[in-house]
T-cell receptor, first 113, second 111 residues
Framework: EAQVTQNPRYLITVTGKKLTVTCSQN?????MSWYRQDPGLGLRQIYY???????DKGDVPEGYKVSRKEKRNFPLILESPSPNQTSLYFC????????????FGPGTRLTVT | QKEVEQNSGPLSVPEGAIASLNCTYS??????FFWYRQYSGKSPELIMF????GDKEDGRFTAQLNKASQYVSLLIRDSQPSDSATYLC???????????FGTGTRLKVLA
């Protein structure tokens, strides 16, 4: 089944404790992206990647890191999480050239206390 | 700052009626437009995409794009209670791989 997977689905952590949220897709998509969704603010793009080793900032990259070492994986790294990063996070992927429709993972609900 | 605007709703329509959802965008050069449906607590699900001016139909859904007026709309015919959700409009910013989402319109279909 073609899909985007994320892990973990739920995470409660404390301020300053480094964490990684994994994202993987099995559709051979070139493009992958991370979003956060907050009430009243909608979906906002954090980082995106057009291909392996090629990444760029979205609208809200502060406090996040990403890497794209393999085509199928695009982990989101929070080096020192803070409470304002409490949010619902989505990973998405698309073919990236000619076809720009994004398909979303199930989401990761992160709480930073 | 590029923007995508949607009325937050809720938009209430009776079962069987046509629901009309609208979205305006600020980036005049945008070429790619998307509609997603999102149920509470779930991930966005792609409903329609449209890249050219005019109408695009898929089952009960029709996307309409007017680049001159910078708006894109989604029509849902024969609305069902299961269509009750938040509908997100998204735009790919011209010349980039960035996407901007509207904050969504909540649709309620009344049985």
């Amino acid at each position: 089944e073609a899909q985007v997977t994320q892990n973990p689905r739920y995470l409660i952590t404390v301020t300053g404790k480094k964490l990684t949220v994994t994202c993987s897709q099995n559709m051979n998509h070139e493009y992958m992206s991370w979003y956060r969704q907050d009430p009243g603010l909608g979906l906002r793009q954090i980082y995106y990647s057009m291909n392996v080793e090629v990444t760029d900032k979205g609208d809200v990259p502060e406090g996040y890191k990403v890497s794209r070492k393999e085509k199928r994986n695009f982990p989101l790294i929070l080096e020192s999480p803070s409470p304002n990063q409490t949010s619902l996070y989505f990973c998405a992927s698309s073919l990236g050239t000619v076809s720009y429709e994004q398909y979303f993972g199930p989401g990761t609900r992160l709480t930073v206390t | 700052q590029k923007e995508v605007e949607q009325n937050s709703g809720p938009l209430s329509v009776p079962e069987g009626a046509i629901a009309s959802l609208n979205c305006t965008y600020s980036d005049r050069g945008s070429q790619s437009f998307f509609w997603y449906r999102q149920y509470s607590g779930k991930s966005p699900e792609l409903i329609m995409f449209i890249y050219s001016n005019g109408d695009k139909e898929d089952g009960r859904f029709t996307a309409q794009l007017n680049k001159a007026s910078q708006y894109v709309s989604l029509l849902i015919r024969d609305s069902q209670p299961s269509d009750s959700a938040t509908y997100l409009c998204a735009v790919r910013i011209s010349g980039t791989y960035k996407y901007i989402f509207g904050t969504g319109t909540r649709l309620k279909v009344l049985a």
